[in-house]
């Protein structure tokens, strides 16, 4: 990309879209496109096919999505699918279309199968069952995916894709039952604190594995990947580093300054048992993360503590 070329980042507003224009505004790029939903529904076929008709984005960052954890994906899967296979066929096609130089589709660690082998390379991609709990938004993101592939064979299009492992940061969500495991901890813990509760339950006996990435990390990635990659094959987006849901709740506990008791409920599931990605292959492009999971921690904190949603009654 050039510092002048016409870049359009769509999810803008998210945490992963959000972290990316913050990373293209740091490296001078000047010429940055957004749209909000108010402005542009991008389920919305004729309404994408007209925005990109009319502004031809040279480059898409495709990071509007929607989102959420283990809870909202039980309960919504057809919302998640719906959604999101709108949103991903809309924008790609739209792109294609209008001859998008580069397109970047962002997706999830979720769309590896369930029991894949550990860490999970880019290659275990179908070839065995996906974690039920959110089985419909990982078809989505492997359509997603999928479709870059197939219009880059079928008309030589250079767009690519990156799955990123579990993220977070600025922006993120901390919606008390729609939010992911570290956002909710750090709101969970923090409504403790402040209540002065003796004890917080978590979800699932904490045996679960996750590995979690800053997003500003996956941003600077992703930046890198369109600067320097193109292949059908998708790359993965983590740190190759993984820990228990339990030693993460006690980490938030800790810098979020919550001293109780931390119990669990086993009623609730676990989820994937563990979901640790290969990133070899960012590795050898000359890419690697830079933010550790204490330091992230903190600063997700700090930016959560900039504007803390109103304080739900834990005790209840």
Known sequence: ?????????????????????RELVRQGYENIITRTHAELDLTRQA??????????????????????????????????????????????HAAWKNSCRKLEFLGSSCIYPKFAPQPMKENCLLTSALEPTNEAYALAKISGLKYCEYLNRQYGTDFISVMPTNLYGANDNYHPTRSHVLPALIRRFHEAKVQNLPSVTCWGDGSAMREFLFVDDLANLCVFLMNNYSGNETVNAGTGKEISIKNLAELVAEIVGYSGKIFWDTSKPNGTPRKLLDVSKATALGWTYKTELRDGIKLAYEDFLRTPPPIQNCSK
Do not use: C, T, W
Not at 3 to 18: E, F, L, P, W
Not at 59 to 73: E, H, P, R, S
């Open 1 to 21: 990309m050039e510092k002048n070329s016409k870049i359009y980042v769509a999810g803008h507003r998210g945490m992963v879209g959000s972290a990316i224009v």
């Open 47 to 92: 309404d994408v096919e007209k925005f990109f008709a009319e502004e031809k984005p040279e480059y898409v960052f495709l990071a509007a999505a929607k989102v959420g954890g283990i809870g909202a994906n039980s309960e919504s899967p057809a919302d998640f699918m719906y959604q999101n296979m709108l949103i991903e066929m809309n924008v790609i």
